[in-house]
């Protein structure tokens, strides 16, 4: 295998260029002004995303990875606001690398409020003991193996989160406080762990395998400067950007005024078909066909060739009958536990055939470490390689322990930790390479754990810690890690050190969870947690209790039929990625594999089709001349609709109304 690399010696020559000032530019990209202004924006995000899913309840805006609630904030900011500061002062405006900062500190922020940690937080540790009835005898089975640190113990307290608090009675922060610091010990552990993982492979996946980050494109594209330093973007003056713009917006402006009068049109761009008796969804998503665009060809053909090579596979198992008796968790791979265990298997092999692609690179940067190596260079990188393969290992230290005391015996901790990392390294793969920003795991860790282990290797205190991992790895279509690894990939725009840049990213996650906690904690104890979104305050804390509560009167054995197909998914992987780098011509690439058995793709699988399809006429009849003129178009898909999304939100905020949805993304 030939391994492309940047010589040594031309790498120092390239940081020293890239460490260097750009003639004219006064200021680094990391200053106080950029790192306040992040913060504003991490804060609005974590302040009214929980508003604009509870009150409002329209377009969720921080749902996935391609993070829009971070993307239309910093539309407006570069279109706008940046371009205002610079017509006040020739100094006020922010230049190219302190944008930078604020979209890092924005998109890490957007991570946060939702799936990724505080709306799955505070309902789930409540509704514990909101939920529990004498049908599903949780108080007799769950409670008893509870950690009182782990959750609030007020019964008042509770009630009034879901029931809302009486006329004159203050909120009572004082039981919540020591259970949500010790949550955010875990969270913190976590978002470190991440961080000492990607520092590791950002060279190899950035550098050595130049992967494409598709979902950093829009704001990469933002932030460019013309020749004439024009205090307007030169993306807000390209044309065919403002006419892919204009196709979302158009579709989303109609369908949102109808929901204001029934005269408007409402504009359906899905429906729906069957392939061997398997429903099929038919969605064309703008922004998803914008992404897709940017995609490699391979990767495209992958996503949607792999989703309907599934989904013959799983019409063939209905005809002859093949199904498993198993019973996963709400958050596993709804296509069935047979292609869920073979999905998780080549996500298996994704994760570590990664790191054993990167193995060089990970040696040097041990010998960094440990031995101090002058020939490694780790002057660019956010944390050093020291820091980093020490670092690692104490956050899984924390983290297992954590997981101990909540419940988990402690030789199940390693092997939940192992699926944890091979889950969200996988993801976080599958979005910086295939830019696929809607995607959800296979097989929770929790699900991982039951089916390989059994419920007997658990017992009822490691059963009811499983539960409590609903939190943070259960329904993990956001989380911090990919975003992450897509802020190091901005990162390569900013001038001199970047090791400043970690605090930038603490205060965001340290300010976003504030206040999200603060908005959360004030909407429900106003309105009560039941009058609000009743997936979060219903359907989260039900999923998770819901799971485990039959498990303590049926436990299960070891699914050895799960593991069967966990490694025929594997073996299946391993050959693909084998065939991917032993011949140039192989068309599908086995990223698809590792994701295209999700039900969830039914949702994007034709808009990349669509996209591919697009792309390859333009190519072949255009060239690379032709894709370049026409990338801008697909560019402003994605920003139109994520404009419009948050534009209505806005109008909805003042008009009051609810419910009006545009999509997802």
Known sequence: ?????????????????RSAPLEGEKTRGITGRAVCTGALLSLFIGLAVPYTNMIIKGTVMAHNFSTPA???????FVGLINVVLGL??????????????????????????????????????????????????WAALIHPHVPRWIAPQDPDALNYFYEGLPKGVPLPWGVWVAPILCWCLFIMSFYWVAICLLTLMRRQWVEHEKLLYPLVQVPLEL???????????????????????????????????????SFFPTIYTSTNTTLLNISLRVDLNMALVGFAYL???????????????STLERGVFAMVGLKSPETLSRFANSVGPYLAHQAMGAMIVLAL????????????ACRKAFTGDPTVDDGSEVLSFRTAVWGLPAGLAVMGVWLWQSG?????????????LVIFTAITRAVVEGGISVLRTPLTPADFVVSGLGTGALGASGLTGLAFTYVWSANIRIFFMPCYANALKLAEELRGSRRNLLWAVALSVGVTIIGSVWSIMTLSYKYGGVNLHSFWFKGVPQNAFSYIAPLFAHPTLTSWSGWGFTGLGAGLMALLTYIRYRFVWWPLHPLGFATGTFYIMNWVWFSIFVAWMLKTVILKYGGSAGYAR??????????????VAGMWLVIDYFTGKTGSVLGYF
């Open 1 to 17: 295998m030939i391994v492309k690399e940047i010589p040594t010696a031309f790498r120092h020559h390239l940081e020293s260029r």
């Open 70 to 76: 971070a993307l239309f904030v910093f539309f407006i």
């Open 88 to 137: 006040l002062g020739p100094g006020l405006a922010l230049n190219r690398s302190e944008l930078v900062v604020v979209y890092i500190m924005a998109m890490l922020a957007t991570s946060i409020p939702t799936i990724g940690f505080t709306e799955n937080l505070l309902p789930i540790i409540a509704g514990l003991y909101y939920y529990a009835t004498p049908e599903n005898n």
């Open 223 to 261: 932030i460019q400067d013309d020749d004439r330093g024009s205090r307007i973007k030169p993306f807000f003056k390209n044309w065919a950007m403002w006419t892919g713009f204009s196709v979302p917006f158009l579709i989303g402006s109609l369908n949102a005024l109808h929901g204001y009068y």
């Open 295 to 309: 995609l490699n060809r391979d990767i495209a053909l992958g996503f949607w060739g792999f989703f309907l090579l």
């Open 353 to 364: 055939s990664s790191l054993w692609v990167a193995r060089r690179h990970l040696r040097a």
């Open 408 to 420: 988990f015996p402690p030789w199940v901790v390693p092997i939940f930790l192992f699926a944890v």
């Open 630 to 643: 026409t990338r801008p178009f697909f560019l402003g898909l994605i920003t139109g609709q994520t404009f």
